[in-house]
């Protein structure tokens, strides 16, 4: 054991050693200052595309491969889906069986129930469009003397957005630098060697569909094609070589010993978020081409300088340190299965979680045309799993669930626009399965490019009331963090719109209680007390759980405006009618409307959806609502600690919430388990790849998100409001609630907090020692900590419950709070 243990030590310090050389030789000049916290690297090409690096202005984006001979950037669009909206998809009539199947349902007769559902509560045409590749650029290297290369290294700089892989060949030492640039609207490329007149290769464009390529130049492509539908796409490149030469070849542009190497990419489509324009804008040729005008006028140095400062003015928001061990210095798939193994590697934790925001910022700029997709940006293939779109049973609102609370707010903005574009489509969904009298708006489990509300095409899946009102609850949050009147206005007519879909659609179940029929527990199915099994019936506690919040949200946000009392009078009325939140006898939080949980023949189903009201919801708190908060751990345990990636992910912000911090970190210790496996795996096979991506399997971005928002829930939250003096409603700033044992010294800037406060934290042997917080707004608040605090020199007297300390404060806006440990 103890020699094992000296060859892994001895292992560490080879590849220490052999990481300083390497930079010191070469990258001086390449990395951020700050990289040592904000790199991954590798000491080999991509051979997959799970080990490829994905960069991206939040629009164009590209999987970079790095060989050092047969290079491949696979690239993507964000608006690049193939079909065309399918406004027919809801099933015409469909309410005239409304009655029928919820009888069907009070009768307990769940196989006619289920019948009925699938055959005119489901969508009408399949469900077929796809987010899609934009295609490939290929770059064929000619190395010197067709020497192979050596000092290998391949590498992304978050906290600059930019990829990089150099080597030496023949004696030259090669460099390339890849990044794409908000700023310019371009993806860049730079070529360098050591040596002049080396730099050899041919470049060409393609997609495995409808593409032609064509020349324009001898240094410039431009590739066109439909993406199986009406939606136009278009790509540029062009090529600018100093020394030697470039021409057009049968093969792509040829460029032969030039002393360095620029090459440009611009792309687009002729998508526009407009359902009333069926998603058409114009033809992308004259933006793409203007795009390409533009960043060929400007020196290289200032496209560079320009994307680092406009990707910093997000990324360097927040700064997050954990103690860091020798792992630190392992390349990141090695300090990955190292992690895996058991190596204490905090500092690895607060790399995912800057990687989880790197990736937020590269799929989703604040005027990104659609939101960060469910595999964000990037995607190989024409027909990706889920057909990579926006399910609104998790996946979709996982994806933002860091944007507020890790200071990242305008990136919320492509999905709350998204939201917004639903509302028409919504609104006729509604009326044909709830019947033409229906008020606002509804769509179920979810939506595509092309802002599809119909429900699926099958149960247990595609039926489900709750899509609509879970988005609204990030149209809040927005409100909830940021404190922006003007937005809240402009946004309340799509929450008023979806919570009077629900006032007029609820019914009252047997006990007189206000519930959802027909209603979904997201993709679970249940086993009745007479060994029926089925997956319809009415109030799932998921679907009464998300009407809570945005019965709640909506009469809060009624009464901020202070408009529309009559209406907020029923909403609060009827959320207090709604089923209420009950345990069964097995001390679970129940996930049905009866006490079924227990009968499951899949106990370890990977949606924990009736935790809802835990996470993301704010119904049960640990401290606020202890007998429910009980039942929710024993849910849990129940539940088990494996999962897919993103229901690891979530069951990190399960138990931060339950104030465990110890078990959060159990769930992320398993999120990052070292995986290749990329065939579709529906329980407990999550992780993640080589190259931090999260593992369903196969990729799926969601967990990167939510560890993200775990890792933030673990050292703040502010989800518990009040009745400030004014009555009006503040927020209670939970410092550190759940800060595991592992991560017993740190430092955090840059949160951000319900309310309009950002936060500071740093904490030795797990205890708060400083901190600051600063009030935008000036609005009251609450602060919560395990131990008593010293607050900017005033001597509060805090209400001690439940082992925490709480001060509450008045506060000014601008004013930093100073905060230590007495
Ligand atoms: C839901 C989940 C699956 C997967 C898919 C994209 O259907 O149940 O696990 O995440 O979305």
């Known amino acids: 054991m103890k020699i094992l243990l000296k060859f892994v030590l001895f292992g560490i310090l080879i590849l220490n050693l052999q990481f300083h050389s390497v930079i010191a030789q070469s990258h001086k000049n390449t990395f951020s200052t700050n990289y040592r916290n904000n790199l991954l690297w590798y000491l080999k090409p991509a051979q997959v595309w799970e080990e490829a690096l994905p960069i991206g202005n939040g629009r164009l984006g590209a999987m970079i491969f790095g060989d050092p001979e047969n290079d491949r950037l696979q690239l993507n669009e964000i608006t690049l889906w193939s079909g065309d909206p399918q406004t027919d998809a809801d099933r015409p009539g469909a309410y005239k069986y409304l009655d029928t199947i919820r009888s069907a349902i009070r009768d307990q007769d769940y196989p006619l129930a289920h019948k009925l559902t699938n055959q005119h509560f489901t969508s009408s045409a399949p469900y077929s469009s796809s987010y899609q590749t934009l295609g490939d650029l290929w770059l064929k290297f000619k190395l010197p003397n067709k020497q192979p290369a050596t000092d290998y290294l391949r590498w992304l700089d978050i906290d600059q957005a930019i990829a990089g892989i150099s080597f030496t060949s023949g004696g030259v030492n090669f460099k390339r630098e890849i990044f794409s640039s908000a700023a310019d609207h371009v993806l860049l490329q730079k070529i360098t060697a050591s040596r002049k007149g080396c730099i050899s290769l041919t470049l060409n464009l393609n997609r495995i569909e409808d593409a032609s390529t064509h020349f324009v130049a001898p240094n410039k492509l431009i590739m066109r094609g439909h993406a199986g539908g009406a939606l136009i796409y278009e790509a540029q490149l062009t090529v600018v070589n100093k020394g030697g030469s470039v021409t057009a070849s049968k093969n792509g542009i040829q460029v032969k010993n ?25 033809d992308p040729h004259q933006s793409v081409n203007r795009q390409m005008t533009l960043a060929l006028a400007k020196p290289y140095p200032l496209l560079r300088a320009a994307h680092i400062n406009e990707y910093q003015q997000y990324f360097r928001r927040v700064d997050f340190k954990l103690g860091g061990t020798a792992a630190n210095d392992l390349p990141t798939d090695q300090r990955l299965k190292a992690y ?6 905090p500092a690895f ?66 999905m709350i626009r998204l939201t917004q574009a639903l509302v028409t489509p919504g609104t006729k969904t509604a009326k044909t399965y709830y ?28 039926v489900f009331a709750g899509g609509s009102g879970w988005v609204c609850q990030h149209l809040w949050e927005h409100y909830a963090f940021s404190r922006d009147k003007k937005y809240l206005k402009s946004i309340y007519p799509v929450l008023k719109g979806a919570a009077q879909f629900y006032l007029a659609t609820l019914i009252r179940d047997k006990n007189g209680y206000l519930v959802t029929s ?40 009624s009464s901020e405006l202070n408009i529309d009392a009559d209406f907020r009078k029923a909403v609060v009325a009827s959320r207090n009618q709604l089923s209420p939140l009950r345990i069964g006898k097995g001390g679970q939080l129940m996930e049905w409307n009866e006490d079924w949980d227990l009968n499951s023949d899949d106990p370890h189903h990977r949606h924990t959806s009736h935790l809802f009201a835990l996470h993301p919801g704010r119904q049960i708190t640990a401290l606020g609502t202890p007998a429910l908060a009980q039942a929710a751990k024993r849910t849990l345990e129940l539940r088990g600690d494996d999962g897919t990636g993103w229901a690891l992910a979530w069951k990190e912000n399960f138990w931060a919430r339950l104030r465990q911090g110890d078990h959060a970190f159990k769930l992320l210790s398993n999120q990052l388990r070292f ?27 969601d967990g990167n998100f939510g560890a993200v928002s775990g890792i933030t829930e673990m050292l703040l939250q502010s989800m518990e409001s009040y009745q400030n003096a004014k009555g009006g409603q503040s927020y209670i700033i939970d410092l550190l609630p759940a800060l595991p044992t592992a991560w017993g010294s740190g430092s955090i800037t840059g949160l951000k907090a319900r309310g309009g406060f950002e936060v500071a934290l740093a904490w030795k042997a797990g205890k708060l020692v400083h901190g600051t917080i600063k009030s935008f707004h000036g609005e009251p608040f609450r602060i919560r900590t395990k131990y008593p605090l010293k607050i900017s020199g005033m001597s509060l007297i805090p209400i001690k419950t439940n082992d925490c300390y709480l001060y509450t404060l008045t506060s000014k806006a601008g004013k930093i709070y100073q905060l230590s440990t007495m």
């Open 349 to 414: 934790a607060a790399l995912f979680y800057q990687y989880g925001r790197y990736l937020l910022i590269s799929s989703s700029r604040p005027d990104n045309p659609l939101p960060s997709n469910s595999q964000g940006l990037w995607g190989d293939g024409l027909d990706l799993p889920w057909k990579c779109d926006y399910k609104s049973n998790i996946n979709y609102e996982m994806n933002y669930w860091p944007a507020e609370q890790a200071n990242l707010s305008e990136l919320h903005m492509p």
């Open 518 to 557: 027909p209603s979904t527990s997201p993709e679970n199915n249940f086993i009745t007390d007479k060994s029926v099994k089925s997956d319809v019936t009415e109030g799932a506690t998921m679907e009464k759980s998300i009407i809570w919040d945005l019965f709640t949200n909506v009469a809060q946000a």
């Open 675 to 701: 995986t290749t496996t990329t065939e579709t795996v529906m329980a407990d096979a999550g992780g993640t790849y080589a190259n931090l991506f999260d593992a369903h399997p196969p990729f799926q971005i």
């Open 435 to 462: 019947g033409p009298q229906t008020p606002g708006w509804y769509y179920g489990y979810t939506t595509n490019g092309w802002a599809w509300t119909s429900p699926g095409a099958q149960l247990s899946w595609g």
């Open 340 to 345: 895996g193994d058991g190596t204490a590697d």
């Open 258 to 282: 030039a002393d360095d190497v620029l090459i440009y990419l611009t792309a687009g489509t002729s998508y526009k978020l407009d359902y009333a324009k069926l998603f058409k804008g114009p």
